[in-house]
């Protein structure tokens, strides 16, 4: 239970620092405001740099598949086919 909260709090001031939601106090309250266009917009570059770094590393194990055959699966699970080099 202890891990759960301690993660919680580290996830919140992740968010917190990354402009996600602000919190504004005044003599009788409080208000927390989240920022949904900061987190799309985030959440967006963060999708295209994962599919960036897939693409290239799609990109450099293509590379290593000999030319003239494709990689077959034997019964033993290993890929037949494959440079390993």
Do not use: Y
């Not at 909260?5 to 917190?16: C, K, P, T």
């Not at 989240?34 to 740099?49: F, G, N, V, W």
């Not at 770094?53 to 494709?70: C, M, N, P, W, Y």
């Amino acid at each position: 239970m202890f891990r759960f909260v301690m993660i919680l709090v580290v996830l919140a001031g992740l968010a917190f620092m990354a402009n996600w939601f602000t919190i504004n106090r005044d003599e009788e309250t409080t208000t927390i405001q989240i920022d949904r266009q900061q987190i799309r917009s985030d959440l967006s570059k963060a999708a295209e740099k994962g599919r960036k770094l897939i693409e290239k590393h799609r990109k450099e194990g293509e590379r290593t598949v000999d030319a003239g055959s494709q990689p077959v699966e034997n019964s033993g699970g290993r890929f037949e086919g494959i440079n390993w080099e």
